[in-house]
């Protein structure tokens, strides 16, 4: 198979779609291998790193997507990638098609093969090619949240570990999933007293079990949320449901509850966001206040720290871009039952329900 590493032209985004290393096992199993000139170098892979594992570079986007069966990248496509693809290619990436409508549109249009990595599924119910993203994101919040409490930017002026003879910063994290016990596991670090709410008792027995004993687990309904906002700095949104638009947690009046200079990381901006005032921005601007309260809302977190996530996520994408060119997407589709849920759109016809009823479709809109 011919496989394309197009450059992300996503704002702030500095992740590429394969390592060298990846590029290495691919070119191993007899496969053609275009990377588009310094796709790579925003996260310290460059044109000759590729070139020594095997790949051929090409100048432009253009070629890239021209040449290539299957096109293997991170975030996804813009709208200036739209009309580049091209019929029946194959298209593995982050899609989150549940918070965009018109990229799905975009997308039936194309008639392209759409796997989503965040949707591939495992035997357990885990997402194992979102799992790492979701690892940095969850960790990276608290970084960021820690920044923005501070009094420069407008938050509240808290240092989350407090210091001896004042009482450390307290963080609310709603959801105790991939993202939700990262980002408790760094607060607690940190010395921040941590409240973790989930409605899955379970994931709360989990969080219990393994965080040390200034991190607290409480069920998710309205009134604890509504009680908690009140008294808590950071608050960190860390819902999911499986391809699926989140669920507003936060509503636009529960803002004037938070004391002036709360700072939220709503991470589950990608599908939607689980807070009513989230919109997506960028590392460029990445912050904007409502009612005194800042929200931090960057819809590519970990392509501030593109080296790591390119490494992790390449670790657990590339036995699936294997499969995929080594077999073709039909066969490896038919074989692996994980993959085989990443299938969101094929060659025009939506197959991912809940993607229709995110848009409240009753069939396919083409």
């Not at 989140?246 to 700072?263: H, Q, Y």
Request: glycine share 10%.
């Amino acid at each position: 198979m011919i496989v394309g590493i197009p450059k992300e032209i996503k704002n702030n985004e500095s992740r590429v779609g394969m390592t060298p290393a990846g590029v290495f096992e691919l070119v191993k199993n007899n496969h053609k291998v275009y990377v588009q000139s310094d796709a790579g170098e925003g996260s310290g892979f460059f044109n000759q790193d590729y070139q020594q594992a095997g790949a051929i570079i090409l100048d432009t986007i253009g070629q890239v997507y021209a040449m290539s069966e299957m096109i293997v990248k991170v975030k996804e496509p813009i709208a200036e990638e739209y009309d580049l693809i091209q019929q029946g290619q194959i298209l593995f990436t982050y899609f989150h098609f549940a918070s965009s409508e018109a990229l799905t549109k975009a997308m039936i249009k194309q008639k392209a093969i759409c796997i989503a990595y965040e949707t591939v599924e495992d035997e357990e119910g885990t997402l194992p090619l979102l799992t790492p993203m979701s690892e940095v994101a969850g960790r990276m919040a608290i970084q960021q949240g820690a920044k923005y409490l501070e009094k420069p930017v407008k938050g509240r002026g808290v240092l989350l570990g407090g210091v001896p003879g004042v009482a450390p910063g307290k963080v609310l994290v709603l959801g105790a999933g991939v993202v939700g016990i990262q980002a408790a596991k760094m607060a607690a670090g940190l010395g921040a007293h941590v409240t973790i709410l989930d409605v899955n008792m379970k994931r709360l027995r989990y969080a219990n079990d393994v965080m040390p004993p200034h991190v607290v687990t409480e069920f998710s309904n309205e009134f604890n949320i509504r009680r908690l906002i009140k008294t808590h700095d950071l608050i960190i949104g860390g819902v999911l449901l499986k391809g699926a638009k989140a669920p507003n947690l936060i509503t636009r009046d529960m803002l004037k509850e938070m004391r002036p200079g709360t700072v939220i990381v709503d991470v589950a901006v990608d599908q939607g966001g689980c807070v009513e005032t989230t919109k997506p921005t960028t590392h460029e601007d990445p912050i904007y206040i409502i009612d005194d309260v800042v929200h931090y809302s960057v819809a590519n977190m970990p392509g501030a720290v593109p080296y790591t996530s390119t490494m992790a996520l390449t670790n657990v994408t590339l036995p699936y871009a294997l499969k995929l060119a080594n077999l073709g997407w039909e066969a490896a589709c038919d074989k692996d039952a994980a993959l085989k849920k990443g299938l969101n759109i094929v060659e025009g016809n939506v197959v991912y329900q809940e993607i229709i009823e995110a848009f409240g479709w009753e069939e396919i809109v083409a």
